[in-house]
């Protein structure tokens, strides 16, 4: 079957549907013609319902069948958080170690993991100002960041042969879209939340940014490539 544009029609599994970029996401995954998987604690946060949308209620941390989830899978994409749970405890990684492990049994070899861009690459230490801006007005976020770095480390080490890609988002508000957000190793620009699942959603789908734990900018590359490769 074909998406209304004449591309394939893909199937997500996407965990953290109900969230504040993962409703864009749902939405416009949709809105292009695909099928949409979410395991969600709520289900009744998502205030629509449509033929292509498939939501399973669970919780990553209480062992959701996994397997079952990923049959017939395409792509999956994580916009999980839980900035209090994740104070105490690194949830997501947790949770993202199981989760490759099936992804390696069923054959599903594209994830794409939304992050903060005041989480640090396995790489790279943050910039003086992002490390200020995380340690001063961005505080209560810490363990998410820790959270997020866990996972970056996971999949560099452990999951070479999955097609994984991190999304560094910076996002400062659920207005309207600013325009399109491009892969970038350092300019982070502050962007609204459909704008970053616009991105996650083009960027799954993109070979070219596997194995990146990149940022994203509304600037256009520069002449040499400010883009990331
Ligand atoms: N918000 C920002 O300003 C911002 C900026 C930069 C980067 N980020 C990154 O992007 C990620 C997503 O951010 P967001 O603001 O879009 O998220 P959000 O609005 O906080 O939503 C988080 C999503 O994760 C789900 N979730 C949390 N714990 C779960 C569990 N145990 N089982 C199943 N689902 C669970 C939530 O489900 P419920 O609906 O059931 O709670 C919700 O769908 C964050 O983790 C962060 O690393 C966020």
Redesign the pocket.
């Known amino acids: 079957m074909a998406a209304p544009d004449g591309a394939p029609q893909k199937t997500f599994l996407v965990?953290?549907?109900?969230?504040?970029?993962?409703q864009h996401f749902v939405r416009q995954a949709l809105g292009q013609g695909h099928r949409v998987r979410a395991?969600?604690?709520?289900p009744d946060?998502f205030a629509f319902a449509h033929a292509d949308l498939e939501v399973i209620r669970?919780?990553?941390?209480?062992h959701p069948d996994l397997d079952a989830l990923l049959g017939g899978v395409d792509f999956v994409v994580s916009?999980?958080?839980?900035?209090e749970?994740?104070r105490e405890r690194r949830?997501?990684d947790g949770?993202v170690r199981q989760l490759v492990p099936a992804m390696r049994r069923q054959g599903v070899s594209r994830f794409l993991y939304?992050?903060?861009?005041?989480?640090a690459p396995p790489d790279r230490a943050l910039s003086p100002v992002l490390r200020l801006v995380r340690s001063t007005v961005a505080r209560g976020?810490d363990g998410?960041?820790r959270d997020?770095e866990a996972v970056m480390r996971y999949l560099t080490e452990d999951a070479a042969d999955i097609e994984w890609m991190v999304h560094?988002?910076?996002?400062?508000s659920d207005g309207p879209s600013k325009g399109v957000l491009r892969r970038s190793q350092k300019a982070i620009s502050i962007a609204t939340?459909q704008d970053?699942a616009a991105y996650n959603l083009r960027t799954v789908m993109d070979a070219d940014a596997v194995h990146t734990c990149d940022v994203s900018s509304y600037r256009a590359p520069g002449p040499r490539g400010a883009s990331a490769g």
């Open positions: 965990f953290g549907g109900t969230g504040q970029t993962g395991l969600a604690r709520n946060k669970g919780s990553i941390t209480e916009m999980l958080g839980d900035a749970a994740q949830i997501n949770f939304q992050a903060g861009g005041l989480s976020y998410q960041h997020n560094r988002a910076g996002i400062g939340f970053c």
